[in-house]
């Protein structure tokens, strides 16, 4: 998926645990962030889920040999995008345990590595936020120190997020809920209405609750006047207190 405001960006969405709608903007904005505050051509966003890594966003400094990853079960990426601390690789065509890979020899040659952890709401390593270089190089501790701050800011606001959905859901079931109760309450209504028995019910505190049309036509009501109303509000008191000792 492009983001049309910036052909240099582009996202792959996949259902995981970092994944929310109306996120693509935040993934956008902190990998080209923290590229450039890395000094780095690439800045992405690598998610683990179901032993495959997914790339929700990616930034490219120039358009030149464009940069695309796609779902990968490669070692590296799902070795990388678990990692509970943050993790700096200077040179990959010289670590043993990544020097084949074919993101090192293959056409992006990728040298440099660093990233930091993404977690989600359960506090679980759920992806990483990382930068890239074609060259081997270091990476100094202020530049890192702002790649955890926008890894911390990034989890925050999908947070957020997350917590929004969560809201969306329950008001959606509190509604599904209400018109099922609706739908039943209409349905009791019809047949008690059918009934050929005068009926009525009351709350423990003797308050009509309810009552069909044959109890509203025996005391010439309506079918709403009584509703609330308690013994003593409707009878004299001497028949009240009978009715309410029964």
């Not at 902190?30 to 179901?50: D, E, R």
């Not at 490219?60 to 040999?65: R, V």
């Not at 959606?172 to 009791?188: G, H, V």
Request: net charge negative.
């Amino acid at each position: 998926m492009t983001n049309p405001a910036n052909p240099q960006l582009s996202a792959s969405a996949h259902e995981d645990s970092l994944s929310h709608s109306g996120t693509g903007t935040i993934f956008d904005d902190t990998v080209q962030l923290a590229a450039t505050l890395c000094g780095a051509p690439v800045g992405l966003i690598a998610t683990h889920h179901s032993g495959r890594t997914s790339f929700q966003a990616i930034y490219q400094a120039t358009a030149e040999g464009r940069f695309e990853l796609a779902e990968s079960e490669s070692p590296f990426w799902m070795f990388v995008s678990q990692q509970s601390e943050p993790l700096i690789l200077p040179d990959l065509g010289k670590d043993a345990r990544f020097h084949d890979d074919p993101l090192v020899k293959g056409a992006h040659q990728i040298r440099f590595y660093a990233g930091v952890p993404l977690h989600n709401s359960s506090g679980e390593t759920a992806g990483a936020l990382i930068v890239l270089d074609m060259v081997a190089r270091t990476l100094h501790p202020s530049r890192l120190s702002g790649l955890l701050l926008l890894a911390h800011q990034l989890e925050s606001q999908l947070q957020l997020h997350e917590e929004r959905d969560h809201l969306v859901a329950v008001l959606a079931e509190k509604q599904r809920m209400e018109n099922e109760l609706r739908s039943s309450s209409a349905l009791f209504r019809v047949f008690m209405d059918n009934s050929p028995l005068v009926s009525y019910m009351k709350d423990r505190a003797g308050r009509m609750i309810y009552y069909n049309r044959l109890f509203a036509e025996r005391f010439a009501i309506d079918q709403e006047i009584w509703l609330g109303k308690d013994d003593f509000e409707l009878w004299p008191n001497e028949f009240a207190a009978a009715y309410r000792a029964t």
